[in-house]
């Protein structure tokens, strides 16, 4: 008796570890299915350009997270990635002043 006990609770066992294990390579699947959608959007908008409302979002949004998490921001964009957005926001950031250099720019 001791015997049966014993297999039917190793065959649990294994029927439980069989279901974590199932559980885990479908999650793995789901988790790897949206990268490559992220992925496949990012390639997509590789040639639009920024349009004024996302960079406007950039902006928010960069103030928000401390201009630090680049990732947390790109996913208020959509089909930009944190290193676009990174990149866009140290060419539109405020106070950066676009034109021709002045004479007193150079003097110590």
Same mark, same amino acid.
Request: proline share 2%; hydrophobic share 35%; aromatic share 14%.
């Given at each position: 008796?001791?015997?049966?006990?014993?297999?039917?609770?190793?065959?649990?066992?294994?029927?439980?570890?069989?279901?974590? @294990?199932?559980?885990?390579?479908?999650? *793995?699947?789901?988790?790897?299915?949206? !990268?490559?959608? @992220?992925?496949?959007?990012?390639?997509? $908008?590789?040639?639009?350009?920024?349009?004024?409302?996302?960079?406007?979002?950039?902006?928010?949004?960069?103030?928000?997270? $401390?201009?630090? $998490?680049? $990732?947390?921001?790109? *996913?208020?964009?959509?089909?930009?990635?944190?290193? !676009?957005?990174?990149?866009?926001?140290?060419?539109?950031?405020?106070?950066?002043?676009?034109?021709?250099?002045?004479?007193?720019?150079?003097?110590?």
């Amino acid at each position: 008796m001791y015997n049966i006990i014993l297999i039917f609770y190793l065959l649990l066992n294994l029927l439980n570890n069989f279901y974590k @294990i199932c559980f885990l390579c479908v999650k *793995k699947m789901l988790d790897l299915s949206s !990268q490559k959608e @992220i992925k496949n959007d990012i390639k997509k $908008n590789k040639t639009n350009f920024w349009t004024e409302e996302e960079d406007k979002i950039l902006k928010e949004k960069a103030k928000e997270f $401390n201009y630090k $998490n680049w $990732n947390s921001i790109a *996913k208020y964009i959509k089909g930009k990635s944190s290193i !676009q957005c990174s990149a866009r926001y140290r060419r539109i950031r405020p106070g950066l002043i676009k034109g021709p250099w002045k004479k007193d720019t150079f003097s110590l």
